[in-house]
């Protein structure tokens, strides 16, 4: 047996571990307070902040290199959410163009997202396997080329536009599944949630501005396909620096794992499956991913019809401008507030991830309700509800991205992202356009069909539709409260796999007989290649 520079043994997965190896790792005890970088090799103390660390997979990136590379990721992140509901800003003369009803709106988003989530299995797989830089890269070139060419499709040709939507979800696949994992191998404890809160502040962010910048340049040029001519070219930008800023960090750095290597992709997907909170966590994110879903695409219409109906003026920049403001503020807010809260909690619970995710989804419900209800009669009362029940929902973003990070051991976090992504999608905001458009078309068939157009009959079919949004608040609120009782246990599953040594050869805890007849346990340890340059995989 070799021994590297730093005394630790180097092995090879190519031959069973003999009895004397086995007692040796299981008696070799890790303290979970301890430091969590070996031998403190790439880590740098942050300044101000006793026992959190930035790690860096190798001398080439800095501390500073490392906090820029997470500004490109909430640059690139930022730009993702723009493109996405850039749509719903000019959603409504997208609807004069091609002529088309509140169903076939909807479907502009559902052909999207399930692009998107049926392509993040591919990237979750490829990206705890390869580069993730080149891959990143790649699919943002494609999103940005088909975001432009979506901007020329002829009125006639609907089809068309909706399969060009179809295929940008592919490109936008390939980031999102990705990027969490670099921040997650960069830094650790609580400046990773710091950095992951910085990280999702883009989601609120840019969708606001999606639809201002949306709204607002189709109303300068006169035409919204300007709308999303102007993304394109700031994807062009972030390819460049993802190229130049971006260095891939070695996976599981900043927990001391990357001694693990990759296990079979049905092996990792049966893991995740027996992770209780990733399971639970994962259909608690479905929910808010439903009601975001709904309310992205159609608040807007929504609203601009409902103020038509009592006889105001209504013009849908201005209504694109009001809502996008209010997103970017609740999302400020409400990100921070949650990571913040669920910072602190930590110390004295170590469920709080969970328990503050069910409280924003919980405290969501009643102000939607009455939002949706009082839009009726009186609407900046209406906007004001809307507010505070989006900083609710938006407690929960930087939080569950967390969660799955600390549950899962580092080899499995891009293929964990996209399950996550896979399920709460397909069960959550791939559905939830296209369910409210069918609902309020379905509603709209009690009135007459000269009347079916008119704004009151829009704003109270589209209204009716939407109650079952709060409905939903309630469900996923249920979902993280269960995932309460399952967090620490899996939590210190996974730090025991990815720092105790014991787990190099896939021991727990429980075992206490070792014989040779363990010579045909599988090792999760992979010898180090110092020629090893992220291109090929682990195996």
Not at 83 to 99: E, N, P
Not at 176 to 185: E, F, L, Q, R, Y
Not at 493 to 513: F, H
């Amino acid at each position: 047996m070799e021994s590297n520079e730093n005394g630790e043994n180097g092995l090879a997965s190519t031959r069973s571990p003999s009895t004397v190896e086995l007692m040796a790792v299981k008696n070799e005890k890790k303290s979970y307070t301890s430091p969590i970088v070996r031998n403190n090799e790439g880590a740098e103390t942050h300044v101000g902040t006793p026992g959190v660390v930035v790690v860096t997979a190798d001398d080439s990136i800095s501390k500073s290199r490392a906090y820029f590379m997470v500004f490109v990721l909430l640059f690139i992140n930022l730009l993702n959410y723009m493109d996405r509901f850039t749509i719903a800003g000019v959603l409504v003369d997208i609807q004069h163009y091609y002529s088309i009803g509140n169903s076939e709106a909807g479907l502009i988003q559902t052909v999207f997202i399930i692009s998107y989530m049926i392509f993040s299995p591919i990237f979750g797989y490829l990206g705890d396997r390869y580069n993730r830089k080149f891959i990143m890269g790649g699919g943002i070139t494609l999103w940005s080329l088909l975001t432009l060419s979506g901007s020329f499709i002829g009125k006639d040709y609907f089809w068309a536009f909706i399969l060009i939507r179809a295929a940008v979800g592919i490109g936008e696949a390939s980031y999102s599944t990705i990027a969490p994992t670099i921040i997650a191998d960069l830094f650790a404890k609580d400046l990773r949630t710091r950095m992951l809160m910085i990280f999702y502040f883009a989601i609120p962010v840019g969708s606001g501005l999606g639809y201002v910048v949306g709204a607002n340049l189709a109303k300068a040029f006169g035409a919204w396909q300007w709308a999303l001519r102007f993304t394109p070219a700031l994807g062009i930008i972030c390819v460049l620096l993802i190229f130049i800023v971006l260095r891939e960090p070695q996976r599981g750095h900043a927990e001391g794992g990357t001694h693990l290597h990759n296990s079979s992709y049905l092996q990792d997907l049966k893991e995740l499956a027996r992770t209780k909170s990733f399971v639970l966590s994962t259909f608690g994110f479905t929910c808010v991913a439903f009601v975001t879903g709904a309310l992205a695409l159609w608040a807007p219409s929504y609203m601009y019809n409902a103020i038509k109906a009592q006889g105001q003026d209504a013009d849908e920049g201005d209504i694109a401008f009001i809502f996008g403001g209010i997103t970017v503020a609740a999302g400020f807010i409400g990100v921070a507030l949650g990571a913040e809260a669920s910072r602190r909690y930590k110390r004295i619970n170590p469920r709080a991830d969970p328990l503050v995710c069910a409280f924003g989804l919980l405290m969501c419900t009643p102000f939607l309700f009455f939002g949706l209800w009082l839009s009726e009669h009186h609407i900046p009362a209406s906007w004001a509800l809307i507010f505070f029940g989006e900083t609710f929902l938006c407690l929960n973003w930087s939080i569950i991205a967390d969660i799955l990070l600390y549950v899962v051991i580092p080899t499995r976090r891009s293929t964990a992202e996209a399950v996550q992504i896979l399920v709460s999608h397909a069960l959550g905001d791939a559905g939830s356009p296209y369910l409210i458009g069918v609902i309020s078309d379905a509603l709209g068939h009690g009135y007459p069909v000269d009347r079916r157009k008119s704004p009151s009959v829009q704003s109270d079919t589209l209204r009716n539709a939407f109650y079952v949004t709060p409905f939903i608040c309630v469900i996923g609120g249920a979902f993280f409260l269960a995932t309460a009782l399952f967090i620490q246990k899996d939590r210190e599953k996974a730090e025991r796999v990815t720092k105790d040594s014991s787990s190099y050869w896939g021991l727990r805890d429980s075992d206490e007989d070792i014989s040779e007849d363990d010579s045909d346990v599988e090792p999760i340890l992979r010898s180090d290649d110092e020629d090893f340059d992220g291109l090929q995989p682990f195996a």
